[in-house]
């Protein structure tokens, strides 16, 4: 679970999803849940997310320096939060696997409306 502090209280904000990966990655899409709450909101709001991370010929998406790229996906509601408050995030793999050999970072972005 993340937790994020949010800069301006007033301001709606939209989410992204940021996938590090290298290149021992070995799937084309990444699928995930993905939940997010704020205070002003008892509702947890949870998505199935893709990530497109290669493409059908195997080229990798995203941006990429060396072995590692970096894809980044959009949620689909805006967040909300109060002052002094912030906002809750979290995600899991749907996978039957336990560990996802070349993911290397999972984070989340804000940007203002």
Same mark, same amino acid.
């Not at 800069?7 to 290149?23: F, K």
């Not at 699928?31 to 990530?51: G, I, M």
């Not at 002094?84 to 995600?91: E, I, M, T």
């Given at each position: 679970?993340?937790?994020?502090?949010?800069?301006?209280?007033?301001?709606?904000?939209?989410?992204?999803?940021?996938i590090?990966h290298?290149?021992?990655?070995?799937?084309?899409?990444?699928?995930l849940y993905?939940?997010?709450?704020?205070p002003l909101?008892?509702?947890?709001?949870?998505?199935?997310?893709?990530?497109p $991370?290669? /493409?059908? @010929?195997?080229?990798? !998406? *995203?941006?990429?320096?060396?072995?590692?790229?970096q894809?980044?996906?959009p949620?689909?509601?805006?967040?909300? $939060?109060? /002052?002094? @408050?912030?906002?809750? !995030? *979290?995600?899991?793999?749907?996978?039957?696997?336990n560990?996802?050999?070349?993911?290397?970072?999972?984070?989340?972005?804000?940007?203002v409306?």
């Amino acid at each position: 679970m993340f937790a994020i502090a949010v800069p301006d209280s007033s301001a709606h904000y939209n989410v992204r999803l940021n996938i590090r990966h290298d290149t021992r990655f070995k799937y084309q899409d990444l699928w995930l849940y993905v939940w997010y709450a704020s205070p002003l909101s008892d509702t947890l709001l949870c998505d199935t997310v893709k990530v497109p $991370v290669a /493409a059908p @010929d195997g080229r990798w !998406l *995203g941006k990429g320096w060396g072995s590692l790229y970096q894809v980044s996906v959009p949620l689909k509601n805006p967040l909300s $939060v109060i /002052a002094g @408050d912030s906002a809750r !995030l *979290g995600v899991r793999p749907i996978v039957k696997e336990n560990y996802l050999e070349g993911i290397t970072e999972v984070g989340f972005s804000l940007e203002v409306q």
